[in-house]
T-cell receptor, first 115, second 111 residues
Framework: DVKVTQSSRYLVKRTGEKVFLECVQDMDHENMFWYRQDPGLGLRLIYFSYDVKMKEKGDIPEGYSVSREKKERFSLILESASTNQTSMYLC??????????????FGPGTRLTVL | QKEVEQDPGPLSVPEGAIVSLNCTYSNSAFQYFMWYRQYSRKGPELLMYTYSSGNKEDGRFTAQVDKSSKYISLFIRDSQPSDSATYLCAMKKGGSEKLVFGKGTKLTVNP
């Protein structure tokens, strides 16, 4: 069964802290994504990666960076957390190639609160 | 104008009702159209996938795409309490990795 896991379901951090959100997929997918989901704004793409060590900015990359050292793992980093980064963070993965493989598989999300 | 518009609801219907969920979009380059379902405190999961225009049916669910009107719909027949969730439309251009999501419509089906 397809699985995307995220390191924490709930996280509370202080302003200015460095925050790491980890995502692991067991499907050998090439592509991985980080989104944030906010009421009234929907899902917004932060960064995505189409291969190890490769990354592309999404629609709202400011204040975030990412790391993909291994195919199965994609990390989102908040260098200096701010209160406006309080949100639900969702990781997703998908295979490459072919119309039938357009499906993105999502993890359960990490609810991050920055105080 | 936003690329994808979706009425956030909330929508509340009695069990057994036919539900219609809709999205409009502005970018004619979108070719792939999806509906995701998201239960409370879970990640979204793909429900329906359609390429270009036309209808697709899967059990009680029907997805429709009208590219000439830039309008997509999801119909749920004989709705059940277990259908209570947020439904997100999503679409993408050919050759792109990026999905553009609607804001989601929250549906409650009352027993």
């Amino acid at each position: 069964d397809v699985k995307v896991t995220q390191s924490s379901r709930y996280l509370v951090k202080r302003t200015g802290e460095k925050v790491f959100l980890e995502c692991v997929q067991d499907m050998d997918h090439e592509n991985m994504f980080w989104y944030r989901q906010d009421p009234g704004l929907g899902l917004r793409l932060i960064y995505f990666s189409y291969d190890v060590k490769m990354k592309e900015k999404g629609d709202i990359p400011e204040g975030y960076s990412v790391s993909r050292e291994k195919k199965e793992r994609f990390s989102l980093i908040l260098e200096s957390a701010s209160t406006n980064q309080t949100s639900m963070y969702l990781c997703a993965s998908r295979a490459s190639g072919g119309r039938a493989k357009d499906e993105q598989f999502f993890g359960p999300g990490t609810r991050l609160t920055v105080l | 104008q936003k690329e994808v518009e979706q009425d956030p609801g909330p929508l509340s219907v009695p069990e057994g009702a036919i539900v219609s969920l809709n999205c409009t979009y502005s970018n004619s380059a979108f070719q792939y159209f999806m509906w995701y379902r998201q239960y409370s405190r879970k990640g979204p999961e793909l429900l329906m996938y359609t390429y270009s225009s036309g209808n697709k049916e899967d059990g009680r669910f029907t997805a429709q795409v009208d590219k000439s009107s830039k309008y997509i719909s999801l119909f749920i027949r004989d709705s059940q309490p277990s259908d209570s969730a947020t439904y997100l439309c999503a679409m993408k251009k050919g050759g792109s990795e990026k999905l553009v999501f609607g804001k989601g419509t929250k549906l409650t089906v009352n027993p």
